[in-house]
């Protein structure tokens, strides 16, 4: 592909100048997820660790959780807000701009693989053996940054035409943090928070890393399916959107 | 074998008369029945084309289109009617140093910005340490850009956009940078360029320039072309308007 290099330099970029002049560098894209887990596990697992099914561990189940979310809510705005940042070049050099959108995406994924090391660590303080069906984390990683990339490139074109839609973003996934079963078990919910639950596209995908991972997790046939409809259907929202408003957000750069 | 073929091409821009920079606003302008779009045509009926080899200029007061007709030559700004053809790698040099980033050292700049511009990486990899010879920053080049100077900043640009041949060149005012030393170099690379045989757009004010270098001159007036022909012809009326 054409733009293969320049995928590479902008995701290679975007991981460097995150943490380019920090003390402790690339330490940070790991401290944060560790330190809202340790929080979170201190708070919560008195009340929420003897609600998971026997067999799975709260740390672990906590720590996917978080690595998930941190992934799919900083891929986001990160994307969104990637060709807003980029006009300058955009509106000189020609390259299709969805190649910014792509690579923020790609560079929370190589984040989100970097969190896997604490992780295992997690799993192994904890006394849970990493399960064999760890390469499927593969298949939930690029599902995630698909679907990321994909409503990132639709809300890129909002970000350039409204200032507001940032904060309106963070709300959004606010509520969504809270609507995804990260620190607690589904099943402490009551019914009607429990359908939300289940029809938030986001615990699919936590549901089988967890289960892919350490075994922590008891996906159905269902999130599988669920999870590949929201990932195409993003992915072809995001170009459609894109494609038909570019023209005209361009002049707006 | 014309290389740019522009065919009566129109751009518009739409502006908000309230500009409404948020939902919010742009919410309650709708309710009230205040948010009214006015086009603003930028350019009109534009047509002309460029061979190889040639050197068009484009004259024109600030406002007049030129840096829109560059966009649109550059391929960023689709136009609303009209078409356009372009054949061939374009180098666009407008406002260089494009993506530059602070906090990048020299040598990932000018790998960036040659990505960009669609050059090979493997090969402007072997080319850096010649690039950077050129623009005078050798020993900065493995240095964050944020502790160049800004006339290193300019050099570094400079010679990485003009490091590579282009078959279209799109120049807007950038015939000479930096000091008078590099002022002179960079004068003379850049005319090497000129007329190196790529098809070439030069948008300027200097009417020595376009006198000198141009085969043709453009004169655009509130976005349509008022003249096309010879440079000493277009440039003498240009002035006398």
């Known amino acids: ?253 | 074998m014309a290389v740019i073929e522009v065919k009566n091409v129109n751009v518009t821009y739409r502006v908000l008369m309230n500009k409404s920079g948020s939902m919010k606003e742009l919410f309650r302008d709708a309710i009230r029945g205040k948010a009214r779009v006015v086009d603003y045509v930028a350019l009109q009926d534009v047509s002309f084309t460029v061979d190889k080899g040639e050197v068009v200029a484009i004259l024109g007061r600030n406002g007049a289109g030129k840096s829109t007709l560059l966009k649109v030559l550059a391929g960023v700004l689709p136009p609303n009617k009209g078409t356009l053809k372009v054949d061939g790698k374009i180098a666009p040099m407008i406002e260089l140093g494009a993506g530059f980033h602070p906090e990048m050292t020299g040598s990932e700049n000018v790998l960036f910005y040659s990505a960009l511009m669609g050059r090979d990486v493997k090969r402007v990899k072997e080319r850096t340490p010649a690039i950077g010879e050129w623009a005078g920053v050798s020993g900065h080049l493995n240095f964050p850009l944020r502790t160049f100077s800004s006339g290193m900043v300019a050099r570094l640009a400079f010679a990485t956009a003009t490091d590579e041949q282009a078959d279209v060149l799109l120049v807007d005012e950038v015939l000479s940078v930096g000091d008078t030393d590099f002022q002179e170099k960079s004068r003379a690379r850049m005319h090497e360029l000129i007329n190196g045989g790529a098809a070439v757009v030069l948008v300027t004010h200097d009417m020595n320039a376009v006198r000198t270098l141009a085969t043709r001159a453009v004169w655009l007036e509130d976005g349509h072309v008022k003249m096309i022909g010879n440079p000493a012809e277009v440039v003498a009326a240009y002035e006398a308007n």
């Open chain 1, 1 to 253: 592909m054409k733009y293969a290099q320049l995928i590479r330099l902008l995701v290679g970029r975007e991981l460097t100048l995150r943490y380019k002049r920090s003390v402790i560098g690339i330490g940070w894209t790991l401290l944060n997820p560790v330190l809202t887990s340790a929080v979170l596990w201190y708070v919560f697992s008195f009340i929420f660790a003897s609600r998971l099914p026997s067999g799975q561990q709260f740390a672990p189940y906590l720590v996917a959780g978080i690595l998930l979310y941190t992934f799919f809510s900083q891929g986001l705005t990160q994307s969104a807000d990637s060709i807003a940042s980029n006009g300058g070049v955009l509106t000189k050099i020609y390259v299709p701009p969805q190649i910014f959108a792509i690579s923020s995406a790609l560079a929370g994924l190589v984040n989100f693989f970097i969190g896997m090391f604490p992780l295992a660590i997690v799993c192994f303080i904890s006394g849970q053996p990493l399960a064999w069906t760890l390469p499927l984390v593969l298949v939930v990683g690029l599902a995630l940054a698909l679907l990321t990339a994909g409503f990132g490139l639709a809300l890129s074109i909002m970000f350039i035409r409204f200032d507001d839609t940032r904060n309106i973003v963070n709300i959004l996934l606010m509520i969504l943090f809270y609507l995804t079963p990260i620190f607690y078990p589904a099943s402490a919910m009551n019914s009607t928070v429990q359908n939300f639950i289940y029809w938030n596209p986001l615990t699919s995908y936590l549901d089988i890393f967890r289960w892919a991972f350490s075994n922590n997790g008891t996906p159905t046939l269902f999130n599988w399916i669920y999870m590949s409809i929201w990932s195409i259907l993003a992915l072809l929202l995001g170009t459609y959107v894109f494609k038909k408003y570019w023209p005209r957000t361009v002049a707006m750069l």
